[in-house]
């Protein structure tokens, strides 16, 4: 049962559709905002397909294993949570998964990432890594803070399913002054997260190309892409989850879908940050807010 | 020394292919993490030898080449030369061409300029203003092709004069559409002093002080930015740049942010001339060319200043139909060295931006792709040009201008 449920429904099968088409509205809304027509709804698909049947390269001098490995576990963490998250939402209750769980699967395509990068034997990739292990630093400490946020506010549920029922019950936690707070602060760290305008530094393609993934090619490649996808398809339902109550009738899909196109917006709408900037920012006012959000929480408010 | 050996320095190769430059030009980046610490430069991988071509070209063939040299340019060059070939025969051109001359000038400058910010967009990861910018030119472009034939490679310039008239409804076409133009351009020079992200980007990103630009002798909107006071449309007038009221913008503070602004500015002025001249063209009578027999032997310089800086166009004559010798100088030319050193001390986003400030000319004019298979219709390139002319002319007929 567990196995059907990892790999088809609600896991990786599930998981890979709704990302194609959280894909294809990134890219239909991008192609809205700058005047332009955009993809048919069956692109991401053949991009993909295309994707999987090219060759593999390997450069000569990078270590083939770990070249290999990294963007698998990029995509089977991935499907994990996908599996969790999605279960929270149809089941609401009994023990699914943990947020500290999903916490830390969440940083498995962060590593797989500085691992492609590390171990592509390629100047531009290990900056890209570099850069990424930097970015990662600076959003995680604020995205733990808003979700302490709330962990407060839904009076210390740690289960996710806990935290979706708490707020079906009484209320979202987005209502309340912390809870708008932590979710401005959140959306910032997913940003970064799905490695997007303005924090898409680690692979900025004008500058290093890619970054990390720059040597890889054919059905790794895919992976990584399906990854960035699943990443898109899945931090917005995170954000639902934690400050909306979750996905349960038709108005929690219309939530879902608003907060994946302010995620589109900002990137449509923001030049590329510098890394000491990302850093700045994340550390200094992001931080100080998602502090004060906290307390905020703890007072009630 | 020991302390030299130590540090770690990577090398990042931007160009000859990279997604930043698509053309030849090959950067070297010695990085140190991310700061720059040096640059090597290498152009030179696209030799066409174009000057020596011209010495076996007839006076009016040599226009045509030297129009190919660059496509967005594809008016300066001609107009530099133009210049230079009047100045050997002495020949003072009708008061209606000169006017006709500036607006092709003017025109090209500003749909150049769009291009750039566009760019610029682009390379900080800010694609809405790419597309915005390529839309806002789109229209300037499609004026260019009902009146001068041309999206790109209008073939204006002819020694002598013009090779085409704009009549009364095409000069109000281009004040209309000057006027659509404007309220674009505050919109834009708005977005970018408002936007915080913008700004920390691009402000102290590249700097270039005024002492290093003379010495690397910088150019057009590089110089003017840098505080240096040049513009060869002001100090060495030609066509009709004295006959019309503009100022030439400068700025102090050399960085990124200053070359933006100043090539905003630019364009306002460009709309103020082209909507002077249009305006005048609807009272200058006469003629838009005068025949020349021959020239003469002597020599003579031709300047013109390009959206990228000054075209300096040299041809000495020893009397027959072709130039004895030909030598052009082009903007970029002197600019893109300046980035030796705007470039070090900076990080590699700057690098980033701060190589593309210098807006290093780029051949893009490609205009359709015929693609096999599925049953449709392979073009040849003599059907691509007549449905291109008949693009045109279903232009000109409908709703003309």
Known sequence: MIIFEYFFYPGILFALVVSLAVSWIDRKVSALVQWRVGPPVMQPVYDLIKLMKKETLIPSGASPVVFLLAPAFSFAALGLVSLILFNSNLYASGFIGDILVVVYLLVVPVFSLIMAGASSANPLASLGASREMKTALSYELPFILALGVVIIKTGGALDIG???????????????????????????????????????????????????????????????????????????????????????SFTGVIKYIAVLVIAILIKNTNPRLRINQTLRLFWGPVTLAAAAGVLLALLGL | MSKEEKRQITEIPIGPYHPLQ???????????????????????????????????????????????????????????????????????????????????????????????????????????????????????????????????????????????????????????????????LDMLQKAIEDDPVLRARLKIAGTLPKKEAVSFCAVGPMARASGIDIDVRRDEPYAAYSMVDWTVPVRTEGDVYAKTMIRLEEMRQSVLIIKQCAEALKKAKGDISVQIKEVPPGEGIGRHEAPRGEVFHYIKSRGGTVPYRHKIRAPSYMNVFTNEYAVVGGTIPDAAITLAAVDPCYCCTERMQAVDGAGRQVYTSKQLIDICREKTFSMKRGKNK
């Open chain 1, 162 to 248: 806990e935290i979706i029922s708490v707020q079906r019950l009484s209320g979202p936690v987005i209502y309340s002054l912390s809870g708008i707070i932590a979710f401005a602060v959140v959306i910032l760290c997913f940003q970064a997260k799905m490695m997007q305008v303005p924090f898409d530094i680690s692979e900025a393609e004008q500058e290093i190309m890619g970054g990390a993934i720059i040597e890889y090619s054919g059905p790794p490649l895919g992976f990584f892409v399906v990854s960035r996808w699943m990443l898109m398809a899945l931090l917005p339902l995170l954000a639902v989850i934690l400050f909306m109550g979750g996905i349960g």
């Open chain 2, 22 to 184: 698509e053309e030849p030009e090959f950067f070297r980046l010695k990085v140190e993490g991310e700061k720059v610490v040096g640059l090597d430069i290498e152009i030179g991988y696209n030799h066409r030898g174009i000057e020596k071509l011209a010495e076996s070209k007839h006076y009016d063939q040599v226009l045509f080449l030297v129009e190919r040299i660059c496509g967005i340019c594809s008016t300066s060059h001609p107009f530099a030369y133009v210049n230079c070939v009047e100045e050997i025969c002495g020949l003072d051109i009708p008061l209606r061409a000169k006017y006709i001359r500036s607006i092709v000038g003017e025109m090209e400058r500003i749909h150049s300029h769009m291009l750039w910010l566009g760019l610029a967009g682009h390379f900080l990861g800010y694609n809405t203003v790419w597309m915005w910018c390529w839309k806002y030119r789109e229209p300037l472009l499609e004026l260019c092709e009902k009146l001068f034939g041309n999206r790109q490679h209008y073939a204006m310039m002819k020694i002598g004069g013009v090779r085409r008239d704009i009549d009364n409804a095409g000069g109000s076409a281009f004040c209309r559409e000057m006027n659509l133009l404007l309220p674009k």
